[in-house]
């Protein structure tokens, strides 16, 4: 029971620090968009932290690089 325990507060706590990681990632994406493209141009809102993490989110999936070895 106690390595039950043991196992998912480690499975909880790693799944928390993504989380974290993955926010605090997202604040320069935020940061950039808020100040730098909001004044630059008209009709562009503000964006949050949950908006800018799906903006990266996306871009991660639609620029993922892929890096192959050839074998010779």
Do not use: H, Y
């Not at 620090?17 to 604040?27: D, H, N, P, R």
Request: contains cysteine.
């Amino acid at each position: 029971m106690n390595q039950i325990t043991v196992a998912l507060g480690t499975f909880v706590g790693m799944i928390l620090a993504l989380v974290l990681v993955s926010f605090l990632l997202a604040w320069p994406v935020m940061e950039l968009w808020n100040g730098c493209l909001v004044p630059a141009t008209t009709g562009i809102n503000q964006i949050g932290w949950l908006q800018a993490w799906g903006i990266q989110f996306l871009f991660g999936i639609l620029f993922k690089t892929r890096i192959s070895k050839k074998k010779d």
